[in-house]
């Protein structure tokens, strides 16, 4: 099935037996804000609301199958996200602050991720002087990035923390 696959059959099982609590055991303690490898201001996730971790997943933000998330959508099935369980990112049906949760660099554009994107995207947009490519209701993208991209994802993520 690919990357990502023993999350997409955790899931998968969690959604046929419909639980009540998911653990998915990664190699990092929290869903982060950006890659921490490339950005070390990032800060941990504490909560998120799955339709937002969908998104992430679908558009290869984080390191997860594309369908990780989808069979969980619409159950009230708590997932926790880390590599100590119980400790981890939350994640539920619901849409918890911040605005803006995650930045990430995808295929040449920035892929932001948040409960507030569809209203934060051109504002965001503006304060980057970048055009926006793509709003949907929890993330839009900005681009064509220009100049070091290294550099346009740290100030994008220091623009993102402004709205947290």
């Not at 803006?100 to 507030?116: D, P, Y």
Request: net charge neutral.
């Amino acid at each position: 099935m690919g990357r990502g696959a023993s999350d997409l059959t955790a899931t998968l099982v969690a959604s046929a037996l419909n639980t009540s609590r998911l653990y998915l055991v990664t190699n990092t303690p929290y869903l982060m804000s950006a890659d921490p490898q490339l950005i070390p201001e990032a800060v941990p996730l504490r909560e998120a609301g799955i339709v937002e971790v969908d998104a992430m997943a679908n558009l290869g933000v984080k390191k997860f199958h594309p369908l990780t998330f989808r069979p969980l959508i619409g159950l009230e099935c708590e997932v926790l996200v880390g590599s100590n369980p119980p400790e981890g990112t939350r994640i539920y049906w619901g849409m918890p602050p911040p605005d803006l949760k995650t930045v990430s660099i995808v295929k040449g554009s920035l892929a932001f991720i948040g409960r507030k994107a569809g209203e934060l995207a051109k504002i965001v947009a503006e304060e980057l002087t970048l055009p926006l490519l793509e709003a949907g209701e929890v993330y839009f993208k900005l681009g064509p990035l220009r100049g070091e991209p290294i550099n346009t994802l740290r100030e994008a993520h220091e623009v993102m923390r402004r709205y947290w």
